[in-house]
Protein backbone atom coordinates (compact mmCIF):
# COMPACT_ATOMS: atom_id res chain seq x y z
CA UNK A 1 0.00 0.00 0.00
CA UNK A 2 2.86 2.81 1.02
CA UNK A 3 4.91 1.76 -2.13
CA UNK A 4 2.40 1.16 -4.52
CA UNK A 5 -0.32 3.55 -3.69
CA UNK A 6 1.28 6.50 -2.74
CA UNK A 7 -1.88 8.76 -3.21
CA UNK A 8 -3.91 6.53 -1.17
CA UNK A 9 -1.33 5.75 1.56
CA UNK A 10 -1.46 9.71 1.85
CA UNK A 11 -5.42 9.76 2.79
CA UNK A 12 -4.69 7.29 5.09
CA UNK A 13 -2.45 9.24 6.65
CA UNK A 14 -4.13 12.07 6.72
CA UNK A 15 -7.28 10.51 8.39
CA UNK A 16 -9.52 10.99 5.23
CA UNK A 17 -9.30 7.34 4.18
CA UNK A 18 -10.02 4.23 6.45
CA UNK A 19 -7.00 2.06 6.29
CA UNK A 20 -8.44 -1.68 5.61
CA UNK A 21 -10.68 0.30 2.40
CA UNK A 22 -7.46 1.10 1.03
CA UNK A 23 -5.72 -2.44 2.11
CA UNK A 24 -8.82 -4.02 0.06
CA UNK A 25 -7.56 -1.64 -2.91
CA UNK A 26 -4.04 -2.67 -2.58
CA UNK A 27 -4.53 -6.83 -2.17
CA UNK A 28 -6.99 -7.11 -5.10
CA UNK A 29 -4.10 -5.37 -7.30
CA UNK A 30 -1.69 -7.95 -6.16
CA UNK A 31 -1.67 -9.06 -9.31
CA UNK A 32 -1.01 -5.62 -11.58
CA UNK A 33 2.65 -3.96 -12.57
CA UNK A 34 3.50 -1.11 -10.83
CA UNK A 35 2.43 1.21 -13.81
CA UNK A 36 -1.25 -0.54 -13.93
CA UNK A 37 -1.27 -0.07 -10.11
CA UNK A 38 -0.47 3.63 -10.01
CA UNK A 39 -2.79 4.29 -12.31
CA UNK A 40 -5.69 3.14 -10.24
CA UNK A 41 -3.83 5.02 -7.70
CA UNK A 42 -4.91 8.07 -9.02
CA UNK A 43 -8.28 7.09 -10.23
CA UNK A 44 -9.34 5.89 -6.76
CA UNK A 45 -7.59 8.20 -4.03
CA UNK A 46 -10.30 10.43 -3.70
CA UNK A 47 -13.23 8.09 -3.35
CA UNK A 48 -11.74 5.65 -0.88
CA UNK A 49 -14.33 6.56 1.95
CA UNK A 50 -17.27 8.04 -0.32
CA UNK A 51 -18.77 4.85 -1.63
CA UNK A 52 -19.40 1.48 -0.36
CA UNK A 53 -17.79 -1.67 0.08
CA UNK A 54 -19.67 -3.11 -2.17
CA UNK A 55 -19.22 -0.51 -5.12
CA UNK A 56 -16.17 -0.26 -3.73
CA UNK A 57 -15.21 -3.34 -5.32
CA UNK A 58 -16.87 -3.23 -8.37
CA UNK A 59 -15.22 0.27 -8.92
CA UNK A 60 -11.73 -1.44 -8.41
CA UNK A 61 -12.79 -4.42 -11.11
CA UNK A 62 -13.27 -1.69 -14.10
CA UNK A 63 -10.43 0.06 -12.94
CA UNK A 64 -8.27 -2.61 -13.18
CA UNK A 65 -9.67 -3.43 -16.83
CA UNK A 66 -8.66 0.43 -17.77
CA UNK A 67 -5.57 -0.48 -16.60
CA UNK A 68 -4.56 -3.52 -17.31
CA UNK A 69 -6.98 -4.40 -20.73
CA UNK A 70 -4.62 -7.52 -21.52
CA UNK A 71 -5.04 -9.19 -18.26
CA UNK A 72 -8.61 -8.47 -18.26
CA UNK A 73 -8.98 -9.92 -21.54
CA UNK A 74 -7.23 -12.96 -20.34
CA UNK A 75 -9.10 -13.16 -17.31
CA UNK A 76 -12.12 -12.88 -18.78
CA UNK A 77 -11.40 -15.74 -21.52
CA UNK A 78 -10.23 -17.89 -18.60
CA UNK A 79 -13.96 -17.73 -17.17
CA UNK A 80 -15.51 -18.77 -20.20
CA UNK A 81 -12.56 -21.69 -20.22
CA UNK A 82 -14.48 -22.81 -17.00
CA UNK A 83 -18.38 -22.57 -18.21
CA UNK A 84 -20.29 -25.51 -18.44
CA UNK A 85 -23.26 -27.21 -17.35
CA UNK A 86 -22.98 -30.19 -14.75
CA UNK A 87 -25.60 -32.82 -13.31
CA UNK A 88 -24.94 -34.17 -10.03
CA UNK A 89 -24.69 -38.15 -10.04
CA UNK A 90 -27.13 -39.00 -6.72
CA UNK A 91 -30.31 -39.20 -6.87
CA UNK A 92 -31.74 -37.83 -3.87
CA UNK A 93 -35.38 -39.74 -3.81
CA UNK A 94 -36.00 -38.65 -7.49
CA UNK A 95 -34.27 -35.19 -7.16
CA UNK A 96 -31.20 -34.29 -8.91
CA UNK A 97 -28.84 -31.12 -8.92
CA UNK A 98 -28.28 -29.29 -11.66
CA UNK A 99 -25.21 -26.80 -11.66
CA UNK A 100 -24.62 -23.59 -14.81
CA UNK A 101 -21.95 -21.98 -15.33
CA UNK A 102 -22.48 -19.34 -18.48
CA UNK A 103 -22.26 -16.51 -20.70
CA UNK A 104 -24.35 -13.68 -18.38
CA UNK A 105 -26.38 -12.74 -21.26
CA UNK A 106 -27.61 -16.48 -21.68
CA UNK A 107 -28.25 -17.15 -18.16
CA UNK A 108 -30.17 -14.06 -17.79
CA UNK A 109 -32.60 -15.05 -21.10
CA UNK A 110 -32.46 -18.91 -19.36
CA UNK A 111 -33.71 -17.21 -15.84
CA UNK A 112 -36.63 -15.11 -18.09
CA UNK A 113 -37.93 -18.20 -19.67
CA UNK A 114 -37.86 -20.65 -16.45
CA UNK A 115 -39.92 -17.46 -14.94
CA UNK A 116 -42.22 -17.10 -17.88
CA UNK A 117 -43.09 -20.98 -17.69
CA UNK A 118 -43.40 -20.77 -14.12
CA UNK A 119 -46.08 -17.96 -14.36
CA UNK A 120 -47.85 -19.94 -17.43
CA UNK A 121 -48.61 -23.29 -15.06
CA UNK A 122 -50.49 -20.60 -13.22
CA UNK A 123 -52.49 -19.36 -15.43
CA UNK A 124 -53.41 -22.81 -16.59
CA UNK A 125 -54.11 -24.12 -12.89
CA UNK A 126 -50.83 -25.31 -11.35
CA UNK A 127 -51.85 -23.77 -7.39
CA UNK A 128 -47.83 -24.89 -5.94
CA UNK A 129 -45.64 -21.88 -5.13
CA UNK A 130 -43.24 -20.13 -7.43
CA UNK A 131 -40.24 -22.16 -6.42
CA UNK A 132 -41.94 -25.67 -7.35
CA UNK A 133 -43.36 -24.30 -10.62
CA UNK A 134 -39.84 -22.95 -11.70
CA UNK A 135 -38.68 -26.30 -10.94
CA UNK A 136 -41.01 -28.22 -12.94
CA UNK A 137 -40.25 -25.74 -16.14
CA UNK A 138 -36.99 -27.59 -16.28
CA UNK A 139 -38.71 -30.29 -17.80
CA UNK A 140 -40.90 -28.54 -19.76
CA UNK A 141 -38.01 -26.02 -21.52
CA UNK A 142 -36.44 -29.34 -22.70
CA UNK A 143 -38.96 -29.37 -25.20
CA UNK A 144 -38.69 -26.43 -27.38
CA UNK A 145 -42.15 -26.72 -29.52
CA UNK A 146 -43.77 -27.57 -25.91
CA UNK A 147 -42.61 -24.49 -24.44
CA UNK A 148 -43.97 -22.20 -27.00
CA UNK A 149 -47.04 -24.15 -27.47
CA UNK A 150 -47.49 -23.87 -23.70
CA UNK A 151 -46.95 -19.96 -23.65
CA UNK A 152 -49.18 -19.30 -26.30
CA UNK A 153 -51.77 -21.22 -25.01
CA UNK A 154 -51.37 -19.66 -20.97
CA UNK A 155 -51.49 -16.27 -22.68
CA UNK A 156 -54.96 -16.91 -24.68
CA UNK A 157 -56.52 -18.28 -21.79
CA UNK A 158 -55.56 -14.89 -19.75
CA UNK A 159 -56.50 -12.97 -22.58
CA UNK A 160 -59.78 -13.76 -24.51
CA UNK A 161 -59.54 -12.72 -28.15
CA UNK A 162 -63.21 -12.50 -28.97
CA UNK A 163 -65.70 -12.20 -25.75
CA UNK A 164 -69.34 -12.14 -26.36
CA UNK A 165 -72.06 -10.26 -25.78
CA UNK A 166 -72.44 -12.11 -22.11
CA UNK A 167 -69.47 -11.28 -21.62
CA UNK A 168 -69.57 -7.53 -22.28
CA UNK A 169 -70.75 -6.82 -18.32
CA UNK A 170 -67.26 -7.96 -16.98
CA UNK A 171 -64.73 -6.48 -19.28
CA UNK A 172 -64.53 -3.85 -16.99
CA UNK A 173 -63.03 -6.19 -14.64
CA UNK A 174 -60.00 -7.83 -14.64
CA UNK A 175 -60.32 -11.52 -14.90
CA UNK A 176 -58.39 -13.05 -11.94
CA UNK A 177 -54.98 -14.47 -14.50
CA UNK A 178 -54.59 -11.29 -16.20
CA UNK A 179 -51.74 -10.13 -13.65
CA UNK A 180 -49.57 -12.95 -14.18
CA UNK A 181 -48.64 -12.58 -17.57
CA UNK A 182 -48.66 -8.63 -19.77
CA UNK A 183 -50.59 -8.19 -22.48
CA UNK A 184 -49.54 -9.01 -26.30
CA UNK A 185 -47.61 -6.56 -27.89
CA UNK A 186 -49.60 -5.12 -30.50
CA UNK A 187 -47.25 -2.29 -31.10
CA UNK A 188 -43.45 -1.65 -31.18
CA UNK A 189 -43.82 1.39 -28.96
CA UNK A 190 -43.39 -1.27 -26.22
CA UNK A 191 -39.76 -1.74 -26.84
CA UNK A 192 -39.61 1.85 -25.21
CA UNK A 193 -40.24 0.52 -21.83
CA UNK A 194 -37.78 -1.03 -19.19
CA UNK A 195 -39.13 -4.70 -18.59
CA UNK A 196 -37.87 -6.74 -16.50
CA UNK A 197 -36.06 -9.63 -17.36
CA UNK A 198 -38.44 -12.38 -16.01
CA UNK A 199 -40.89 -10.85 -19.35
CA UNK A 200 -38.12 -11.49 -21.62
CA UNK A 201 -40.00 -15.00 -22.99
CA UNK A 202 -43.43 -13.51 -22.98
CA UNK A 203 -45.63 -11.18 -25.22
CA UNK A 204 -44.90 -7.48 -25.06
CA UNK A 205 -47.53 -5.25 -23.20
CA UNK A 206 -48.82 -2.63 -25.79
CA UNK A 207 -48.78 0.96 -25.65
CA UNK A 208 -51.13 2.46 -27.27
CA UNK A 209 -49.82 6.33 -26.87
CA UNK A 210 -47.93 8.98 -25.02
CA UNK A 211 -50.94 9.57 -23.05
CA UNK A 212 -50.95 6.21 -22.04
CA UNK A 213 -47.72 6.21 -20.96
CA UNK A 214 -48.07 9.03 -18.60
CA UNK A 215 -51.53 7.42 -16.89
CA UNK A 216 -51.32 5.90 -13.37
CA UNK A 217 -51.44 2.35 -12.74
CA UNK A 218 -54.85 0.90 -12.09
CA UNK A 219 -53.84 0.35 -8.73
CA UNK A 220 -52.86 3.69 -8.02
CA UNK A 221 -55.78 5.29 -9.87
CA UNK A 222 -58.36 5.33 -6.75
CA UNK A 223 -55.86 5.75 -4.45
CA UNK A 224 -56.64 8.79 -2.06
CA UNK A 225 -54.46 12.14 -1.67
CA UNK A 226 -51.03 10.96 -0.89
CA UNK A 227 -50.30 11.81 2.68
CA UNK A 228 -46.98 11.81 4.61
CA UNK A 229 -47.89 8.43 6.31
CA UNK A 230 -47.72 6.45 3.11
CA UNK A 231 -45.03 7.89 1.11
CA UNK A 232 -42.69 5.37 1.32
CA UNK A 233 -45.16 3.29 -0.02
CA UNK A 234 -46.42 4.73 -3.07
CA UNK A 235 -43.97 5.65 -5.49
CA UNK A 236 -43.20 1.86 -6.13
CA UNK A 237 -44.15 1.01 -9.39
CA UNK A 238 -47.07 -2.01 -9.28
CA UNK A 239 -45.33 -5.26 -8.69
CA UNK A 240 -45.15 -7.66 -11.80
CA UNK A 241 -46.02 -11.32 -10.95
CA UNK A 242 -43.74 -12.14 -12.83
CA UNK A 243 -41.00 -10.39 -11.66
CA UNK A 244 -38.62 -12.28 -9.54
CA UNK A 245 -38.74 -11.51 -5.73
CA UNK A 246 -35.63 -8.06 -5.12
CA UNK A 247 -33.61 -8.87 -2.32
CA UNK A 248 -34.90 -6.91 1.14
CA UNK A 249 -32.65 -3.58 1.12
CA UNK A 250 -30.10 -3.59 3.25
CA UNK A 251 -29.35 -0.64 5.74
CA UNK A 252 -26.87 1.59 4.61
CA UNK A 253 -23.37 0.05 4.42
CA UNK A 254 -23.82 -3.27 4.20
CA UNK A 255 -23.33 -4.86 0.54
CA UNK A 256 -26.52 -6.18 -1.51
CA UNK A 257 -25.40 -9.45 -2.80
CA UNK A 258 -27.09 -11.92 -4.70
CA UNK A 259 -27.77 -15.57 -2.26
CA UNK A 260 -28.33 -18.69 -3.22
CA UNK A 261 -32.05 -19.10 -2.33
CA UNK A 262 -32.90 -21.19 0.77
CA UNK A 263 -34.78 -23.81 -0.66
CA UNK A 264 -37.33 -24.00 2.22
CA UNK A 265 -38.33 -20.47 2.16
CA UNK A 266 -40.62 -19.38 -0.77
CA UNK A 267 -41.76 -15.60 -0.80
CA UNK A 268 -45.28 -17.27 -2.39
CA UNK A 269 -46.61 -19.96 -0.62
CA UNK A 270 -49.25 -21.47 -2.80
CA UNK A 271 -51.62 -24.23 -2.08
CA UNK A 272 -50.81 -27.79 -3.08
CA UNK A 273 -52.65 -29.55 -5.61
CA UNK A 274 -55.07 -31.77 -4.50
CA UNK A 275 -55.53 -35.59 -6.38
CA UNK A 276 -58.54 -34.27 -8.92
CA UNK A 277 -56.68 -30.94 -9.42
CA UNK A 278 -53.48 -32.97 -10.22
CA UNK A 279 -55.19 -34.69 -12.66
CA UNK A 280 -56.60 -32.09 -14.35
CA UNK A 281 -53.45 -30.07 -14.78
CA UNK A 282 -51.85 -33.41 -16.15
CA UNK A 283 -54.28 -34.31 -19.10
CA UNK A 284 -54.51 -30.52 -19.90
CA UNK A 285 -50.64 -30.35 -20.12
CA UNK A 286 -50.78 -33.55 -21.94
CA UNK A 287 -53.04 -32.22 -24.45
CA UNK A 288 -51.01 -29.07 -25.02
CA UNK A 289 -47.81 -31.38 -25.08
CA UNK A 290 -50.28 -32.98 -27.85
CA UNK A 291 -51.14 -29.79 -29.97
CA UNK A 292 -47.45 -28.78 -30.14
CA UNK A 293 -46.52 -31.93 -32.27
CA UNK A 294 -49.36 -32.29 -33.93
CA UNK A 295 -50.36 -28.88 -35.05
CA UNK A 296 -48.62 -26.51 -37.28
CA UNK A 297 -48.15 -23.10 -36.29
CA UNK A 298 -50.45 -21.63 -38.71
CA UNK A 299 -53.73 -24.08 -37.90
CA UNK A 300 -56.58 -23.10 -36.54
CA UNK A 301 -57.20 -23.21 -32.79
CA UNK A 302 -58.05 -26.70 -31.66
CA UNK A 303 -61.86 -27.35 -30.00
CA UNK A 304 -60.50 -27.73 -26.84
CA UNK A 305 -59.44 -24.12 -26.10
CA UNK A 306 -62.55 -22.19 -26.48
CA UNK A 307 -59.69 -18.84 -25.65
CA UNK A 308 -57.29 -19.68 -28.16
CA UNK A 309 -56.73 -17.15 -30.83
CA UNK A 310 -58.07 -17.54 -34.19
CA UNK A 311 -54.88 -16.92 -35.87
CA UNK A 312 -52.39 -18.82 -34.15
CA UNK A 313 -49.31 -17.39 -35.41
CA UNK A 314 -45.89 -17.93 -33.58
CA UNK A 315 -45.08 -16.62 -30.32
CA UNK A 316 -43.64 -13.60 -30.59
CA UNK A 317 -40.46 -13.06 -27.80
CA UNK A 318 -40.51 -9.83 -25.28
CA UNK A 319 -38.14 -7.51 -25.57
CA UNK A 320 -35.71 -6.74 -22.99
CA UNK A 321 -33.38 -3.60 -22.62
CA UNK A 322 -30.05 -3.17 -21.41
CA UNK A 323 -28.61 0.01 -20.25
CA UNK A 324 -24.43 0.39 -21.71
CA UNK A 325 -22.61 3.23 -20.32
CA UNK A 326 -19.29 3.83 -22.77
CA UNK A 327 -16.99 6.17 -23.48
CA UNK A 328 -17.01 7.77 -27.68
CA UNK A 329 -13.69 5.95 -27.34
CA UNK A 330 -14.69 2.59 -26.55
CA UNK A 331 -17.46 3.39 -28.49
CA UNK A 332 -15.17 3.73 -31.98
CA UNK A 333 -12.82 1.23 -31.45
CA UNK A 334 -14.30 -1.58 -29.99
CA UNK A 335 -11.67 -1.73 -27.14
CA UNK A 336 -11.87 -0.61 -23.50
CA UNK A 337 -14.44 -1.51 -20.69
CA UNK A 338 -17.77 -0.73 -20.40
CA UNK A 339 -20.78 -0.65 -17.77
CA UNK A 340 -23.96 -2.64 -18.34
CA UNK A 341 -26.57 -2.32 -15.75
CA UNK A 342 -27.34 -4.82 -13.37
CA UNK A 343 -23.77 -6.68 -14.46
CA UNK A 344 -21.24 -4.17 -13.63
CA UNK A 345 -17.92 -3.59 -15.76
CA UNK A 346 -17.71 -5.92 -18.98
CA UNK A 347 -15.03 -5.37 -21.87
CA UNK A 348 -16.09 -3.87 -24.85
CA UNK A 349 -15.95 -7.48 -27.27
CA UNK A 350 -18.07 -9.32 -24.78
CA UNK A 351 -21.00 -7.05 -25.29
CA UNK A 352 -21.99 -8.90 -28.78
CA UNK A 353 -21.99 -12.02 -26.50
CA UNK A 354 -24.33 -9.93 -23.98
CA UNK A 355 -26.87 -8.94 -26.63
CA UNK A 356 -27.06 -12.35 -28.35
CA UNK A 357 -28.11 -13.41 -31.93
CA UNK A 358 -31.42 -11.70 -32.21
CA UNK A 359 -32.52 -8.48 -33.86
CA UNK A 360 -31.36 -5.76 -31.85
CA UNK A 361 -32.40 -1.71 -31.82
CA UNK A 362 -30.15 0.85 -31.01
CA UNK A 363 -31.91 3.79 -29.08
CA UNK A 364 -30.74 7.65 -29.08
CA UNK A 365 -28.99 8.67 -25.98
CA UNK A 366 -31.41 10.49 -23.70
CA UNK A 367 -30.38 14.33 -23.19
CA UNK A 368 -30.69 14.01 -18.80
CA UNK A 369 -29.87 17.79 -18.73
CA UNK A 370 -33.54 18.26 -20.18
CA UNK A 371 -35.84 19.44 -17.07
CA UNK A 372 -39.56 16.98 -17.58
CA UNK A 373 -42.41 17.47 -15.44
CA UNK A 374 -45.99 16.23 -15.01
CA UNK A 375 -49.15 17.28 -12.98
CA UNK A 376 -49.82 14.01 -11.06
CA UNK A 377 -48.33 12.56 -7.97
CA UNK A 378 -47.88 9.30 -9.91
CA UNK A 379 -44.54 9.25 -11.53
CA UNK A 380 -44.46 7.98 -15.81
CA UNK A 381 -41.94 5.98 -17.77
CA UNK A 382 -40.29 8.74 -19.28
CA UNK A 383 -38.85 10.30 -15.99
CA UNK A 384 -38.38 7.51 -14.08
CA UNK A 385 -35.73 6.25 -17.28
CA UNK A 386 -33.91 10.00 -16.32
CA UNK A 387 -33.77 9.65 -13.01
CA UNK A 388 -32.39 6.02 -13.10
CA UNK A 389 -30.37 7.13 -15.75
CA UNK A 390 -28.96 10.08 -13.75
CA UNK A 391 -28.44 8.55 -10.56
CA UNK A 392 -26.76 4.85 -10.69
CA UNK A 393 -27.04 4.12 -7.21
CA UNK A 394 -29.75 5.38 -4.30
CA UNK A 395 -29.19 8.85 -3.13
CA UNK A 396 -29.31 8.43 0.41
CA UNK A 397 -25.51 8.43 1.96
CA UNK A 398 -23.72 5.71 1.73
CA UNK A 399 -26.42 3.56 -0.15
CA UNK A 400 -25.68 0.70 -2.55
CA UNK A 401 -29.17 0.03 -3.79
CA UNK A 402 -28.86 0.33 -8.24
CA UNK A 403 -31.51 2.46 -9.25
CA UNK A 404 -33.57 -0.60 -10.78
CA UNK A 405 -37.08 0.55 -12.40
CA UNK A 406 -38.72 -1.25 -9.00
CA UNK A 407 -36.60 1.03 -6.95
CA UNK A 408 -38.95 3.87 -4.88
CA UNK A 409 -38.71 7.64 -6.21
CA UNK A 410 -39.20 9.70 -3.53
CA UNK A 411 -40.55 13.45 -4.20
CA UNK A 412 -37.96 15.34 -2.04
CA UNK A 413 -40.38 17.91 -1.22
CA UNK A 414 -43.54 16.40 0.00
CA UNK A 415 -45.84 16.11 -2.96
CA UNK A 416 -48.94 18.71 -2.06
CA UNK A 417 -52.47 18.13 -3.60
CA UNK A 418 -53.09 21.73 -3.59
CA UNK A 419 -49.91 22.86 -4.47
CA UNK A 420 -48.24 24.17 -7.91
CA UNK A 421 -48.68 22.46 -10.89
CA UNK A 422 -45.11 20.38 -11.75
CA UNK A 423 -44.65 18.61 -8.40
CA UNK A 424 -43.13 15.69 -9.69
CA UNK A 425 -40.41 16.85 -12.30
CA UNK A 426 -36.61 15.30 -12.20
CA UNK A 427 -34.99 17.18 -10.01
CA UNK A 428 -37.72 16.69 -7.33
CA UNK A 429 -37.02 13.03 -7.38
CA UNK A 430 -34.68 10.70 -5.40
CA UNK A 431 -33.83 7.17 -6.28
CA UNK A 432 -34.17 5.63 -2.38
CA UNK A 433 -34.21 2.01 -1.23
CA UNK A 434 -37.09 1.31 0.79
CA UNK A 435 -35.19 0.94 4.02
CA UNK A 436 -34.01 4.96 2.73
CA UNK A 437 -37.30 5.74 1.91
CA UNK A 438 -38.85 4.62 5.10
CA UNK A 439 -35.82 6.33 7.33
CA UNK A 440 -36.65 9.61 5.13
CA UNK A 441 -40.59 10.01 5.39
CA UNK A 442 -41.09 8.50 9.01
CA UNK A 443 -37.26 9.05 10.78
CA UNK A 444 -37.59 11.88 13.12
CA UNK A 445 -34.60 14.29 12.46
CA UNK A 446 -33.99 13.58 9.07
CA UNK A 447 -34.02 16.29 6.31
CA UNK A 448 -33.30 16.55 2.55
CA UNK A 449 -32.72 18.88 0.51
CA UNK A 450 -31.17 19.61 -3.22
CA UNK A 451 -27.98 21.32 -3.51
CA UNK A 452 -27.58 21.34 -7.42
CA UNK A 453 -29.12 18.62 -10.41
CA UNK A 454 -26.48 15.91 -8.96
CA UNK A 455 -26.02 16.36 -5.42
CA UNK A 456 -28.70 16.26 -2.04
CA UNK A 457 -27.42 17.22 1.28
CA UNK A 458 -28.68 14.90 3.73
CA UNK A 459 -28.79 16.25 7.91
CA UNK A 460 -29.24 13.56 10.30
CA UNK A 461 -30.84 13.54 13.69
CA UNK A 462 -27.79 14.25 15.39
CA UNK A 463 -26.79 17.28 12.68
CA UNK A 464 -24.53 15.55 10.89
CA UNK A 465 -24.55 16.67 7.00
CA UNK A 466 -23.54 14.50 3.93
CA UNK A 467 -23.44 15.75 0.28
CA UNK A 468 -24.75 12.89 -1.51
CA UNK A 469 -23.75 12.41 -5.51
CA UNK A 470 -24.00 9.51 -8.22
CA UNK A 471 -19.91 9.47 -6.95
CA UNK A 472 -20.47 8.66 -3.38
CA UNK A 473 -21.14 10.30 -0.19
CA UNK A 474 -18.99 12.86 1.73
CA UNK A 475 -20.13 14.57 4.59
CA UNK A 476 -19.40 17.87 5.19
CA UNK A 477 -19.35 18.93 8.60
CA UNK A 478 -17.52 16.70 11.64
CA UNK A 479 -18.43 18.88 14.45
CA UNK A 480 -22.57 19.23 13.75
CA UNK A 481 -24.26 21.26 16.03
CA UNK A 482 -27.23 19.55 17.67
CA UNK A 483 -30.42 20.97 15.76
CA UNK A 484 -32.22 21.69 18.88
CA UNK A 485 -29.33 23.60 20.23
CA UNK A 486 -29.18 27.62 20.28
CA UNK A 487 -27.09 29.14 17.03
Known amino acids: LRHRFPHVWAKVQAGTATPWRACKIATACLDLS ?259 HTNPRDAQTTPHDAHASKSRGRLRPGKTEIYVHLTDHTLATGNGVLRAETLGPLLADQLTELVGHGPYTVKPVIDLNDAISVDAYEIPDRIRERIKLAHPVELFPYGNRETSPTIDLDHIQPYDPLGPPGQTNTANLAPLGRFSHRVKTHGRGWNVRRVDRKTVEWTTPHGFTFHVTPTGTTRTNHHPQHPDSPP
Open 34 to 292: HAAAATIDKRLARIVDTVTPHRLDTIVKAAKAHADPDAARAEAEQKARERGVYVGRSDDHGTKTIYIRAASGDVIRFDATIASIADALKVLGDTTNQRTRRAKAIGIIADPAYTEELLLQARNASYPSNPTVDDEADRDAPHPSQTDLPDPAVDDEAGRDTRHPSQAGLPDPAVDDEADRDAPHPSQADLADPAVDDEADRDAPHPSQTDLPDPLDAPPGEPVETVWPDPYVDPEAGDALTPDAQRALDARLAQIKHDA
